[in-house]
């Protein structure tokens, strides 16, 4: 039995979802002691989905040194003095923008072992599968077995498993210090839609193929019908037709949805390494050499602006609300 | 202002990888200076350039064909380079960051230190993060705006849907640097022959007398070659009936929806 510390990533108040997929990789086979850590206060409908999702404890992180949302510097410091009094063996968290920053900052602070962007955990074995030379290699990785150490999960590289337990929640108070040499002064929302790509269950990209920024109006209309995000080629981007932070690939976001689909793109490497480890990959090209009809599960050898409106519609069609 | 730019030599992303021997790789393909590195180096020099004096020390730890990193880095407008050799490619990031740490402590007193977000080998995303802690400095990473005024510096970086922070720290820090920060410059010929003569200083990993990690180090037990799919099952039909199956299949086959 481990006993497993997870850095909860809310969202307003919210769990978000893929937070879940982390509680399922820290409760193993079962018998291992889930803490949700959560900075702040945890809200009633926050405790009742931690709870149905396997963490016994839920602590409350709380300083009154400072504002944890607007010190980076602080949170990983209070977070830290938490880790050291539960004596965790492992620390979990999710590798998001905010998730892998927050658990190096951990890391350093402590000086343990950190292994970011896993797509697979075994604590009892204290083994991590994770990319290696942009997602052409896979790494196995054997944590120090004394100690602990810290682990940040692919977003839904890992998926959720409800496991209602009887939750106790209980507070932290923290004494560290802010040392006072960073503070974020501002949070700019983005065009990126209400998905966060990273952490779309479904994403629907388009390529060259896609001709226009009209055409991603058309991908965002099915993408919303799936309740996903849309994604885009380095070739949509420099076009300019779609924002540099939906740029999928080597040189953009590494995303591990359940389905992707691929409208106008012609299957890359660079664009793989963004998303090769998706469950299942749908291509959509006129062109039937395309190479990514010869890498991914389904193949439709059509135009985008037929088969994409149809897709919408069919959804739409069918799914209720 | 001191400036150190650290960067690693790594194998170019469009070099196939080929696992040799369970943990390792064939190492004979092209190496080149981690993209991410090189817009730490840019940054650096337009720092440099702003503040109108200055000089910008590039670092690394590596083997010792990562003199040509170095190099690169040199011949873009660096002023001398550190060069801490090793034997191996895939170093505990605990044990590289504290090399940087004592080499950076013994040359100077940094003002800045410039790093990419990552590299792109074993994609770690933490030394920075511990070379900071190292050095006591503040640091940010996935930098992709920079801007500096009295003493404080500003930077923003993208925290997913494209939401972008704005963090200010005081100097010296850290800051990892992303696509986006600027345009990395290309050298010039004539500047890549003056590059030969500016200074590199070389030393061994073992003359630093690093402490290996107090909890131990994690170990690489297997590389492997990541499994590729296989063919696309193609559907047939009119693109409606294309979508209708697509869904079908989606829902009871495949199970994703
Ligand atoms: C260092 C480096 C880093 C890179 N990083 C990335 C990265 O992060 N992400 C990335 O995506 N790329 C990256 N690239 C670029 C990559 O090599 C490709 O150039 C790019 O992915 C191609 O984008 P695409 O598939 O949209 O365009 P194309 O290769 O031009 O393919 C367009 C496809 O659309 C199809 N098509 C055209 N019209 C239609 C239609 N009406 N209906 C259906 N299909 C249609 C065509 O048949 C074609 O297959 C990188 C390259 C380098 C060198
Ligand atoms: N061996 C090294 N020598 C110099 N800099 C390095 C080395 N390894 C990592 N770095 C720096 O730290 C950043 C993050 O690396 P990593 O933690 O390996 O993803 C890189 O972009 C480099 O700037």
């Known amino acids: 039995m481990a006993k497993v510390g997870v850095c909860i990533e809310m969202d307003r108040g919210e769990v978000k979802r893929a937070n879940l997929g982390v509680l399922a990789a820290a409760r193993g086979d079962g018998d291992n002691e889930v803490y949700a850590l959560v900075s702040g206060r945890c809200e009633d409908r926050a405790k009742a989905l931690l709870s149905e999702h396997g963490a016994r404890k839920i602590v409350e992180i709380s300083t009154e040194k400072g504002d944890l949302a607007a010190s980076p510097d602080l949170e990983a410091r209070v977070l830290g003095e938490a880790v050291k009094r539960y004596g965790f063996d492992l620390v979990l968290g999710l590798s998001s923008a905010r998730g892998k920053d927050l658990l190096a900052r951990i890391a350093a602070l402590m000086n343990i072992p950190l292994t970011l962007d896993c797509i697979g955990l075994d604590i009892r074995e204290r083994m991590v599968v994770k990319s290696h030379f942009s997602g052409k290699a896979l790494a196995r990785i054997k944590l120090p077995a004394g100690g602990c150490a810290a682990c940040g999960i692919r977003p839904n590289a890992i998926e959720p498993a409800p496991a209602p337990v009887e939750t106790e929640v209980e507070t932290f108070r923290s004494s560290a210090d802010d040392p006072g040499r960073m503070a974020v002064k501002e949070i700019r929302q983005g065009a990126g839609g209400e998905i966060d790509l990273t952490e779309a269950d479904i994403v629907v990209a388009g390529g060259r193929g896609v001709g226009g920024a009209e055409g991603f109006r058309m991908l965002e209309a099915c993408a919303e019908a799936l309740r996903g995000a849309v994604g885009a080629s380095r070739a949509a981007v420099d076009a300019g037709w779609a924002p540099h932070s939906m740029q999928v690939g080597q040189t953009g976001k590494t995303v591990s949805p359940r389905l992707y689909i691929a409208c106008g793109i012609s299957g890359s490497v660079q664009h793989f390494a963004g998303m090769k480890t998706a469950k299942a990959i749908v291509a959509i090209n006129t062109d039937k050499d395309a190479p990514i009809f010869g890498k991914c599960d389904y193949g439709l050898q059509a135009d985008l602006f037929e088969v994409v409106p149809a897709l919408t519609e069919k959804l739409k069609s069918r799914l209720p609300g | ?257």
């Open chain 2, 1 to 257: 202002m001191q400036i150190y730019v650290c960067v690693k030599h790594v194998p170019d992303t469009a070099a196939t990888i080929r696992v040799i021997g369970g943990t390792g790789f064939d190492e004979s393909v092209k190496f080149v200076m981690n993209p991410y590195d090189e817009y730490a180096v840019e940054q650096a020099l337009r720092v440099r350039q702003q503040q109108g004096t200055g000089e910008v020390v590039v670092v690394s730890v590596g083997k010792p064909a990562a003199m040509s990193a170095i190099r690169s880095a040199l011949a873009v407008g660096a002023d001398r380079g550190i060069l801490v050799k090793t034997d191996r490619q895939f170093l505990d990031s605990a044990v590289t960051s504290q090399a940087l740490a004592k080499v950076i402590r013994q040359d100077g007193a940094p003002d800045l230190i410039f790093t990419g977000k990552q590299s792109v080998d074993t994609e770690g995303m933490q030394t920075h993060f511990r070379l900071a802690a190292a050095l006591d400095l503040p640091v940010a990473t996935d930098v992709a705006a920079f801007t500096m005024t009295d003493g404080k510096v500003v930077v923003e970086r993208e925290i997913g849907g494209g939401t972008r922070e704005s963090i200010e720290m005081t100097l010296p820090c850290v800051v990892g640097a992303t696509r986006g920060l600027n345009e990395p410059r290309y050298p010039k010929l004539s500047d890549i022959m003056k590059a030969r003569k500016k200074q590199v200083r070389e030393m061994d990993l073992e003359e630093l007398g690093v402490q290996p990690a107090p909890s131990g180090a994690p170990e690489l037990v297997a590389l492997e070659a990541a499994p590729e799919r296989g063919e696309a099952r193609m559907l047939l039909g009119t693109p409606r009936e294309m979508a209708e199956q697509l869904l079908e299949h989606l829902r009871n086959e495949a199970k994703v929806l």
